[in-house]
């Protein structure tokens, strides 16, 4: 089965920011391309015509997007409606659909009309369990495509293997054979460093320091 890579919205120009990012990963994956929005009912305006109505909003908005971008895409993209708290019901989702990358715009400075992505994006980062790319586009102009760039990319490490994970993710998200790839890892300085004020002491702490420099130097290149 081909990949499959997931675009949450929540109808706004500043959620759609991210779509020709999403097409062109896609297109280069050879992926499917699903967009969704999530219909979370309102305690305090529980009422059947007001769900109703919302959920109908919702369903025409994510079949409207769906098509749009088809065109755009070249290819049918799939358009699903959700149900509860946005970031679980995105992360059930993903799972449930074995979703390869989830691509969405991050909150910037704005009003709180982008109080849902940043909160959801935030939900997604902490119990996400698939890759996750955040484009934060421009607060200026929210109809604008999120400027994805790959020129450079930095990957921080922290010396185990978990995290080095991330790294073929990352050389096929960037997909682009000029990249350059940054590897970081931060050195701290040891605490257990022996007493300054003793002059014998003063060599010693500086072979520590610099030979766990020359360790993590080692490790990134």
Known sequence: ?????????????????????????????????????????????????????????????????????????????????LNGSPAEAIQHHMVARGVDL?????????????????????????????????????EETPGQAADFKTKRVLVPLDGSLESEIILSHAIEVAGDEGTKFDLLRVFLCPSNLASSYLPHTVQLNANVFEEGRKVVQEYVT
Do not use: C, K
């Not at 991050?106 to 902490?126: E, K, N």
């Open 102 to 138: 989830l691509i969405m715009a991050t909150h910037g400075r704005g009003p709180m009309s982008r109080f849902w992505l940043g909160s959801t994006a935030d939900g997604l980062v902490r119990r996400g369990t698939v890759p996750i790319l955040l484009l934060r586009p421009d």
């Open 1 to 81: 089965m081909s990949r499959l890579v997931l675009v949450p919205l929540d109808g706004s120009e500043f959620s759609e920011s991210v779509l020709l990012t999403a097409i062109g990963i896609a297109q280069r994956w050879g992926a499917r391309l699903e967009v969704v929005t999530v219909h979370e009912a309102a305690p305090a305006l529980d009422h059947d015509l007001w769900n109703t109505t919302s959920r109908e909003w919702a369903e025409a908005y994510i079949e409207e997007v769906a098509s749009r971008i088809s065109e755009d895409a070249g290819f049918s993209v799939s358009g699903t409606i």
